[in-house]
């Protein structure tokens, strides 16, 4: 081959542009030995840029920031950074009584705050010893509220992995069957969150008269959502594409990440603490374990599907025992430690029982002097310490407090289930495209008020 057809273009430096009159670099290549040129593109092939998702970006779920190291479009590691949402309500526990310590921890996972307010309120009766002293009524009432939480997270799980992935309409059926268990949460709480309604010994405040009546009204509508957004993912080629064989994660590397909750029952093992560690009584209620055959994102969606239909079968239960034991005490009845007013939630969602107010202004100093200590120092609760379990509806949730005798907790800790579940994220992603990385975070379902409180 002649010198002449070999050569290409090499830099030749900037030339002029006659037109415009500005500098337009020109460029021209010669040909050289393939060999060099080879590797050179490996050279280039190895470098790597790194990037940031987050942490504002909508796809994080919260203020998380992914560190992505890439080449080209995949992944080759993947470095979590949390933090950026502290708001150390572990520590801000220490400053205040232990039935305000409900307030606090029922902001960590806001998208599924009731499974904070139960874990916590079994840990501190664990540690004042009145675990079989709690009314019937008030923990038929716990379960109710945990598994429609159960439900209405798992619908934003689904919905917002969806809408990630551009499917708007799964994000608006989701939210509008999750709008009516808030519906729910209103009618009882007074709150569509930040509820505060579970309290050491019992409840606030038991349900208003109609309430499992109004639960049956609206229920259908639940589940017609539910549904509906079962029959537009499950045989949808491009929602199968995208999730089928996408971050999977195999149960050993689960088991040894701390990971819980739907993925490891999409692994195949049936790991639910209310039915290996009951509490609340879930050992008498007829309900199932969704298992699958491999942790992958559509299953881990698909466990989400099948733990929905699950959690209804224990409302209606739950339902017919309320019925049952209608009129029956809420609150444990030490009155040292029973809240001492039952809050009667008005239309503005606040306010206290008149006729406790009538009584503790007008007849009774006692009784008002009462109110004024439990309310403003609290109860003391014995020295030592008690752990809970529960399952939350992203995994295991776990209890810790610790009591020096006093009326606040020394310490109080949680293993929230975001945070160990986001471990497994990187074992998920790397080696997989950035966009299967969107789709593993989504289905991992973190909540990062949990992770960072």
Known sequence: MSQEKDTLYRAAGPALDEVGGTDIPEYVVTGGDWDDMASEIEKLAHERIVINLGPVHPSTHGVLRLICELDGEY???VRVGTGYLHTGIEKNMEYRTWTQGTTFCTRMDYVAPFFQEVGYCLAVEKALGITDDVPERATLIRVLMMELNRVASHLVAVGTGGNELGGTTLM????????????????ITGLRMNHAYIRPGGVAQDLPAGTTEYIRDLLP????????????VVANPLFRARFVDVATL??????????TGPGVRAAGYPLDLRKSQPYCGYETYDFDVPVYDKNDAFNRTMVRFDECYESLKIIYQVMERLDAC????????????????????????????????????????EALIQHFKIVTEGFRVPAGQATQLVEHAKGILGVHVVSDGGTRPYRAHFRDPSFTNLQSLAMMAEGGTISDLIIALATIDPVLGGVDR
């Open 250 to 259: 195999p149960l050993a590397g689960a088991m040894a990440l701390g990971y």
């Open 75 to 77: 992944i080759r590691e």
């Open 221 to 232: 509508r639940v589940r017609r959502d539910i549904n509906e957004l079962q029959d537009i």
């Open 172 to 187: 608006t059926i989701a939210f509008r069957g999750r709008e009516e268990i808030l519906r729910i949460f209103e009618r």
């Open 326 to 365: 209608e009129g029956a005490p809420v609150m444990v009845g030490d009155k040292k430690i029973a809240w001492p007013a039952q809050l009667s939630v008005g239309t503005d969602g606040q306010g206290n029982s008149l006729e406790h107010i009538r009584e503790i202004m007008g007849t009774s100093m």
